[in-house]
């Protein structure tokens, strides 16, 4: 069983910067590819970003088209932990933040194949 708690999130202004992250405990990160994914209010959650197991290709990472060139996701197995950098944010990347656990050794923007998953942090960009 794997239990993920997300933190860093809160309230900045547009152009700022956050970096979110997520400890996992009951088992070693590096065994599962992991993600980030966000849900703003009224809509459906979306995939964020993905880093592969480090068994799949130590650090292959995939990113939304929305938040290239501005976020990146890293992870630290000897933490246990997956970090998500924000930079230039934007009132459009406002939203719960999900971190999840997948099945999947490479990156995966697909939900359904995340078997556990954090309760979420708050981040919220004004304008």
């Known amino acids: 069983q794997v239990q993920l708690v997300e933190s860093g999130g809160g309230l900045v202004q547009a152009g700022t910067s956050l970096t979110l992250s997520c400890v996992c405990s009951?088992?070693?990160?590096?065994?599962?590819?992991m993600g980030w994914f966000r849900q703003a209010p009224g809509e459906e959650r979306e995939f964020v970003a993905a880093?592969?197991?480090?068994?799949?290709?130590?650090?292959?990472?995939h990113l939304a088209d929305s938040v290239k060139g501005r976020f990146t996701i890293s992870r630290d197995n000897a933490k246990n932990v997956v970090y998500l950098q924000m930079n230039s944010l934007k009132p459009e990347d406002t939203g719960i933040y999900y971190c999840?656990?997948?099945?999947?050794?490479?990156?995966?923007?697909?939900?359904?194949?995340?078997?556990?998953w954090g309760q979420g942090t708050q981040v919220t960009v004004s304008s």
């Open positions: 999840a656990a997948s099945w999947r050794l490479g990156p995966t923007s697909n939900p359904r194949e995340y078997h556990s």
């Open positions: 009951g088992r070693s990160l590096s065994n599962y590819g």
């Open positions: 880093v592969a197991a480090i068994s799949w290709s130590g650090n292959t990472t």
